[in-house]
């Protein structure tokens, strides 16, 4: 399960919020720079063009990702991941 939250650079509160079902190849084909299986500790950099973003202002924005493990009641942790994005 994926839990993302968008955030405008300064803002702590989010501007978008989405609770979503998702298996990791269905991250990879979103983001094929993430590399299923996801390690412990494994940093990503990666630059993306994209030009579909029309309903956001150009600034910094960052989106914060959790993906929660099925394996265990309550579900726990299994990946965080921050991105930042600037859109021009």
């Known amino acids: ?13 989010p501007m978008f919020s989405l609770d979503q079902d998702m298996s990791c190849s269905q991250i990879a084909q979103v983001a094929p720079f993430v ?13 993306l063009e994209y030009n579909k973003l029309k309903a956001l202002k150009p600034g910094t924005y960052t989106i914060a990702l959790k993906i ?21």
């Open 35 to 47: 590399k299923c299986p996801l390690k412990k500790g494994n940093r990503l950099v990666h630059s």
């Open 68 to 88: 929660f493990s099925y394996e265990g009641n309550p579900h726990p942790l299994f990946a965080c991941l921050n991105f930042t994005v600037q859109l021009v």
């Open 1 to 13: 399960q994926v839990h993302l939250e968008l955030y405008q650079k300064g803002s702590s509160d």
